[in-house]
């Protein structure tokens, strides 16, 4: 079951778009624009979900959240024109991101990682993998 990604504010200001932006080229430079799009939603679904920080800069800089961010890639890239158009795309309510809270880089086939084994997958789009929390069946 495909769920509707819920769309929160999109009411944050210039520092904020560009920790999006370089976000975006840290974690997705070879990636098409779309996919670019992806890496900024999954820091937005996080800030509009409960189980994460609510601002943009404490979701990105929760401890080991983002690996280009814990290995210092974040520190030295700068976003370019792609990665300004996947924002754009964003802010016009583009989200193909069904509510996807994680990424990795997509696992060779039979790989076992720790967002495959504790994440239910969601879809792959580029080099990267989405995943969301797994639903818990109630009684």
């Given at each position: 079951?495909?769920?509707?990604?819920?769309?929160?504010?999109?009411?944050?200001?210039?520092?904020?778009?560009?920790?999006?932006?370089?976000?975006?080229?840290?974690?997705?430079?070879?990636?098409?624009?779309?996919?670019?799009?992806l890496v900024?939603?999954v820091i937005?679904?996080?800030?509009?979900?409960?189980?994460?920080?609510?601002?943009?800069?404490?979701?990105?800089?929760?401890?080991?959240a983002f690996?280009?961010?814990?290995?210092?890639?974040?520190?030295?890239?700068?976003?370019?024109?792609?990665?300004?158009?996947?924002?754009?795309?964003?802010?016009?309510?583009?989200?193909?991101?069904?509510?996807?809270?994680?990424?990795?880089?997509?696992?060779?086939?039979?790989?076992?990682?720790?967002?495959?084994?504790?994440?239910?997958?969601?879809?792959?789009?580029?080099?990267?993998?989405?995943?969301?929390?797994?639903?818990?069946?109630?009684?």
């Amino acid at each position: 079951m495909t769920e509707t990604p819920i769309i929160g504010s999109l009411d944050y200001d210039t520092e904020d778009a560009y920790i999006l932006t370089k976000m975006a080229m840290a974690e997705a430079e070879g990636e098409d624009t779309e996919g670019k799009a992806l890496v900024i939603l999954v820091i937005l679904n996080r800030v509009w979900s409960e189980q994460f920080p609510d601002t943009i800069r404490e979701v990105v800089t929760q401890e080991n959240a983002f690996t280009s961010y814990s290995d210092g890639r974040y520190d030295w890239v700068e976003p370019d024109d792609d990665c300004l158009a996947a924002l754009r795309l964003v802010e016009n309510h583009w989200n193909e991101s069904q509510g996807a809270l994680y990424f990795e880089r997509t696992p060779a086939p039979g790989e076992s990682t720790w967002h495959s084994r504790n994440l239910e997958k969601l879809f792959t789009h580029g080099n990267h993998t989405f995943y969301r929390e797994k639903e818990v069946s109630g009684e």
